[in-house]
């Protein structure tokens, strides 16, 4: 279970045309946003792209931690992956893999919606364990919604948000 003893929901709405879902083990339309060495340089710092086994790796390890989910858009009458998200105890990650959907509010509303379940889960905080100096996107949005730095990493800063 990746929280004890808490069950993870199918889906979380996050507004009219944008939801959460639980993570299922299918993710083979992801690969191509861990192919885009931008998006690599942003989530690990370094322009290394992913293979299936290390996205396998990394998907594997994210639910095994934490509630992992596929950021999903409604268009057309159905819904469409863009990208991740995984909240822990320790962590809270989140990926917009679709190029076309940065920058619109979307990562915004996840890490708003995701904070909210935080709090009614009882959290005292949530953390961000590493953002990088260089990722300033990720960094306003967080500073945005009222995270602070917490400590100096070798890249970066971890960020927390008292609840």
């Not at 944008?18 to 931008?38: C, I, M, N, Q, T």
């Not at 005292?124 to 100096?133: E, L, N, S, T």
Request: charged share 25%.
């Amino acid at each position: 279970m990746p929280i004890e003893n808490i069950p993870q929901p199918a889906y979380l709405p996050v507004g009219a045309v944008l939801r959460l879902r639980k993570y299922d083990g299918v993710h083979d339309f992801a690969l191509s946003w861990y192919l885009d060495p931008e998006t690599v340089w942003l989530v690990d710092g370094d322009r290394e792209i992913y293979t299936p086994e290390l996205l396998n790796k990394m998907y594997a390890c994210q639910d095994a931690h934490g509630e992992l989910y596929f950021i999903e858009t409604l268009e057309n009458g159905g819904w469409r992956p863009i990208g991740d998200v995984c909240l822990s105890l320790d962590d809270f990650a989140i990926v917009i893999g679709e190029r076309a959907c940065r920058g619109k509010g979307m990562g915004r509303a996840v890490v708003s919606a995701l904070t909210d379940r935080a709090r009614a889960l009882g959290w005292r905080r949530v953390r961000v364990g590493d953002i990088y100096d260089f990722n300033a996107g990720s960094r306003r949005l967080f500073t945005s919604l009222g995270f602070r730095e917490e400590e100096k990493t070798a890249k970066g800063h971890s960020y927390i948000l008292p609840l």
